[in-house]
């Protein structure tokens, strides 16, 4: 799998958050998109996602040395954002079953493993709106660093988790990440310091 980014810039109105980034993402990799506040991060992650337009230059997705159509980019990415909201109507077994049939645990996982793993067992018959904001961080880690993915987007992944969490984090992505394209927006290295390579934004 592969992503290449060609002139890609971004405006909102007459300010450039970015312009004119060329970059060649490739799996297996891991990627850091660094930067202070405002200097666009999680807007070039959503780029890369296809969730939101360039203003100018393209996003392209490889495989095997043919373009995968933007409408199918969703079939081989997984997410995990802030703005990414949770069902939480569903418990936590109602949406790990949802979720499972669009895309399946990695190989040697199953959802009660997943669960397991995310050490909310007790909770599993709970509704997500009853979960701490850790807990759903735990959740919405788990549903993207489990299941299956050529290309994986975590954009402030350790937001709401303490340091055990944190841990956590670190090992699934040890553990389940290996083989992928990994792209992390954040400006706090415990959630990037296992990336070989870094993209420092700017703010214009």
Known sequence: MKILLEQVGKRYLRHWVFKDINLTLEA?????????NGSGKSTLLRI??????????KVTYWQEEKEIPAANWFQHLALCAPGLELPEELTLREFLDFHCNFRPPLAGLDKPAIIALTGLDQAQDKALADFSSGMKQRVKLAQAIMCESNVLMLDEPCTNLDDTGVAQYREWIDRFAAGRLVLVASNDPREYGFCDQQVALKIS
């Open 28 to 36: 297996p990799g891991s990627v850091a998109l660094l930067g202070p």
């Open 48 to 57: 890369i996602a296809g969730m939101q337009a360039t203003t100018k230059g």
